[in-house]
């Protein structure tokens, strides 16, 4: 969605720019190719920000790639002596080289061991947290993050499965998966899908702290300084609703919500990118004091 990014944020504007989840690069280089004076991007994974070193080279010292988590936003700016920005971009979720590249564990696509961690030095990976969960959060998990029915059902099914031996590969979690959903008639969408993308939001806690992350990046935006955020699930997006709400009576920081509806992306980006069937944008202003 880089037309919409572009005019909501108007990089043309010029100043400092931040995009927190730089990914690849694609959304950063449109930032600058429209003006922006400077641009800090912002990524978990180490494996992103070497493409994005790629794909922004030519804009020299006019970028600054920074290994982190938007959640340490304040922290990460005031390191850089960056009191306030003009504009903050946030393209949550999954990108689609952790999906595609072989060995991250994201897809159950390929056969591979179950990392799918985002930040590739820290924390457990997805088999370390189906190894120590019981069957009551992982039933929790799934039916909440991957919005899955039969969420019990499988968990026990991961639980008996475990017993027989550790669910270490991305072929055996899903081959647990398929086997306990009931099959009724044909479906395009694997009986896998949900419980990945449940697992996944999970295991990079990805729900945790967006409220609080969305009130710092206002907070640092200079009056008249723009958000935009891009969410791929539901949860995502009613965070983002109900905190620009709360941020937009808050005498403090004083938002003006420039999106009343969420911005979907067109049918013809869809067609091109299937993955953007479930985006949803929403913007924000800060208001001159
Ligand atoms: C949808 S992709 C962004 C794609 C990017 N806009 C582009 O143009 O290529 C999301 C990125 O956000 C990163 N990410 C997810 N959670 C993060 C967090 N808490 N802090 C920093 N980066 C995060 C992921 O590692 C991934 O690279």
């Known amino acids: 969605m880089v037309a919409e990014v572009l005019e909501h944020?108007?990089?043309?504007?010029?100043?400092?720019f931040v995009d927190c989840t730089v990914?690849?690069?694609?959304?950063?280089?449109?930032?600058?190719?429209?003006?922006?004076?400077?641009l800090i991007g912002l990524d978990r994974d180490p494996g992103a920000l070497a493409a994005a070193a790629e794909t922004l080279r030519e804009?020299?010292?006019r970028v600054e790639l920074v290994h982190g988590d938007y959640?340490?936003?304040?922290?990460?700016?005031?390191?850089r002596g960056i009191p306030a920005v003009d504009g903050v971009l946030a393209d949550l979720g999954v990108s689609s080289m952790q999906l595609d590249q072989p060995g991250r564990g994201f897809s159950f696509k390929r056969d591979e061991p179950l990392d799918m961690r985002m930040d590739t030095t820290a924390g457990p990976t997805a088999a370390d947290a189906i190894r120590d969960a019981d069957e009551r959060t992982l039933g929790g998990v799934i039916y909440e993050f991957g919005e899955e029915r039969h969420a019990r059902r499988i968990a026990r099914a991961i639980v008996e499965g475990r017993m027989r031996a550790p669910v270490e590969t991305t072929g055996r979690l899903a081959e647990i998966v398929r086997r306990a959903v009931p099959r009724r008639g044909?479906?395009?969408?694997?009986?896998?899908?949900?419980?990945?993308?449940?697992?996944?939001i999970w295991v990079n806690r990805e729900l945790e702290g967006l409220d609080a992350f969305l009130t710092q990046a206002v907070r640092r935006l200079c009056p008249g300084g723009r958000i935009v955020v891009i969410t791929f699930h539901s949860l995502e997006?009613?965070?983002?609703?109900?905190?620009?709400r709360a941020l937009q009576s808050g005498g403090e920081t004083g938002l003006t919500i420039r999106?009343?509806?969420?911005?979907?992306p067109s049918e013809a980006e869809v067609e091109r990118n299937s993955r953007a069937r479930s985006a949803k944008l929403r913007a924000a202003e800060r208001r001159t004091a």
């Open 23 to 38: 990914g690849l690069g694609g959304h950063a280089r449109a930032l600058l190719e429209a003006g922006a004076s400077r």
């Open 71 to 79: 959640r340490r936003l304040d922290e990460l700016l005031d390191a």
């Open 9 to 16: 944020l108007e990089p043309a504007r010029g100043g400092v």
């Open 59 to 61: 804009y020299g010292d």
């Open 237 to 244: 997006d009613r965070i983002v609703k109900h905190t620009f």
């Open 186 to 200: 044909y479906s395009r969408i694997d009986p896998a899908t949900r419980t990945f993308q449940a697992i996944r």
């Open 259 to 264: 999106t009343k509806r969420p911005v979907v």
